[in-house]
Nanobody, 127 residues
Framework: QVQLVESGGGLVQAGGSLRLSCAASGRTFGNYAMGWFRQGPGKEREFVVA????????RYADSVKGRFTISRDNAKNTVYLQMNSLKPEDTAVYYCAADSNSPYGRSWYRWGDIHYWGKGTLVTVSS
């Protein structure tokens, strides 16, 4: 069992930066790929980024590539999402996710298959 708690959301102006954190509890954190999805107002939940347990495999959605960076610290059971050059269309609730599949595995393409979810943190980007 893995519990996920996000933090770091807030209000930022377009062009600004935020860093989200996701703290995981549970004995098997290191066995899971971790990642982020987001759900904007009136939109479906969408994949943002995922990283495997070693950090050696990372996949980004095209919409955030070059602006967002994911990292993880397995010693702290924490994954981070550094978000730069934020745009109003990045406004969403950001959900931390954990799954045994690699970032290119099926679960990360079908969010309903993800094993574990956090409750989300709201990011609002003003224009």
């Amino acid at each position: 069992q893995v519990q996920l708690v996000e933090s770091g959301g807030g209000l930022v102006q377009a062009g600004g930066s935020l860093r989200l954190s996701c703290a995981a509890s549970g004995r098997t954190f290191g066995n899971y790929a971790m990642g982020w999805f987001r759900q904007g107002p009136g939109k479906e939940r969408e994949f943002v980024v995922a990283i495997n347990w070693t950090g050696g495999t990372v996949r980004y959605a095209d919409s955030v590539k070059g602006r967002f960076t994911i990292s993880r610290d397995n010693a702290k059971n924490t994954v981070y999402l550094q978000m730069n050059s934020l745009k109003p269309e990045d406004t969403a609730v950001y959900y931390c996710a954990a799954d045994s599949n690699s970032p290119y595995g099926r679960s990360w393409y079908r969010w309903g298959d993800i094993h574990y979810w956090g409750k989300g943190t709201l990011v609002t980007v003003s224009s």
